[in-house]
């Protein structure tokens, strides 16, 4: 049994989560806070695996709270749920929440949040994965970059001068911002040495996703004499988050879901970039047997390692707080059917554009067909496959 706890000051709403999970007391035991403060009592008093609140509540808000309850009790869940469908209230939560829920919240979409936090909580706990982990000299702090530009991008009067100020105060961010606007694959005739006028042509978005890359790409360094190569790892990615993209905006999906699955895909592989410069041993011994061997790199990975560099980059990117909507498609992007929440989503999208980049690249697809079939999409590969291909030939796929 699951223990969830409601923070909501309407005694109404308060009254409806009870009646959500009346049918289903077997598996959730469910308790509810009118604020802050009696929120917080109540989590002296015993454990919950799950923590949902309100955003706009008197005397404390959701967002305090949450920061609260990441700080005692970093092992709990967290969701936010927010009448504003904002990106600027999400930014101030992003680094304590896993989730960002709009009102008003339907059962299904809230035991689908509840369902996918759970089995990313089983598989990140995995001790495996921790002591692998648990090897590395350091692992790096969320990038305070990322939510320095957030609230500036949302804020309705910071100029764009001050956004552009905060961008180029970090070398190894400008470096990228200029990489990707200056890749051929951008398809841009003009060449860009300021990144002022790069962070224009990227936009804000794009540039919000490259500060988490550019950031682990600097925190972890391979050595040279490792026959890894970086420049490919990073083409790879921008290119997976680009088809990564495309694929939800082909379904239609909502843009924030779009966006996920981008930022998504251009983490997807992190976790090699961070064995490669931690473990450097083990890692050219999964390459050198990976090159004598038809099995998939990540078959390799759990040999030597007893972990993946999947399970290791959705283990940071846990760490950061990151939605698990992100955290899912990276942690799962070889294994879908692993996922506990099983239909069309960001995870969907970055394993098929991480299988059809590798296609593109002359290697096998390796989509899950099994997997695409059982949530009602197999019938939309060929679609996404051209939609890959037409980025290729157009020049967004980086070179």
Request: net charge negative; with cysteine.
């Amino acid at each position: 049994m699951k223990r969830i706890l409601f923070v909501e000051d309407n005694a109404l709403l308060r009254e409806t989560y009870q009646a959500m999970f009346s049918g289903d007391e077997e598996r959730w035991e469910v308790a509810t806070a009118s604020g802050g403060g009696e929120a917080l009592k109540l989590m002296e008093q015993r454990p919950f695996d799950v923590v949902v609140s309100d955003m706009r509540m008197e005397s404390m808000s959701g967002t305090e709270l949450l920061n609260t309850v990441l700080k005692l009790y970093p092992q709990m869940s967290r969701i936010i749920i927010s009448g504003v469908a904002d990106q600027a209230e999400a930014a101030d939560a992003l680094g304590s929440t896993h989730q960002f829920l709009v009102k008003p919240v339907d059962i299904h979409t809230l035991m689908g949040v509840l369902v996918r936090i759970d089995g990313l909580d089983a598989f990140l706990r995995d001790e495996k994965l921790k002591a692998l982990a648990g090897r590395f000299r350091t692992l790096p702090s969320f990038p305070k970059l990322y939510l320095g530009i957030m609230k500036a991008i949302e804020a309705p009067d910071t100029p764009l001068q001050s956004i552009d100020s905060l961008i180029i105060k970090d070398p190894a961010l400008t470096t990228k911002i200029l990489q990707v606007a200056n890749s051929a694959a951008m398809g841009l005739r003009e060449r860009f040495s300021d990144p002022r006028a790069a962070v224009r042509q990227l936009g804000l978005n794009t540039v919000r996703s490259l500060v988490l890359s550019a950031h682990v790409f600097a925190s972890f360094t391979p050595a040279q004499k490792l026959n890894f190569p970086v420049d490919a790892l990073w083409r790879h990615l921008m290119a997976c988050g680009d088809a990564a993209r495309a694929i939800m905006r082909a379904e239609d999906a909502d843009n924030a879901y779009a966006e996920a699955a981008y930022t998504a895909g251009i983490l997807h592989d992190i976790g090699k970039l961070m064995l490669a410069d931690s473990v450097p041993n083990e890692f050219q011994n999964a390459l050198t047997r990976a090159a004598m061997r038809p099995d998939p790199f990540h078959v390799i990975e759990q040999e030597i390692f007893g972990a993946t560099h999947a399970g290791l980059a959705a283990y940071l990117l846990g760490l950061w707080g990151l939605p698990a909507v992100i955290v899912e498609a990276v942690a799962f992007h070889h294994t879908p059917e692993k996922s506990t929440h099983q239909m069309f989503s960001p995870l969907t999208a970055v394993h098929a554009a991480n299988a059809l980049e590798h296609e593109l690249d002359g290697g096998d697809a390796m989509v899950n067909m099994e997997y695409l079939d059982n949530i009602g999409v197999a019938n939309r590969l060929d679609a996404w496959r051209k939609e890959v291909a037409r980025l290729a030939r157009s020049g967004a796929r980086r070179r």
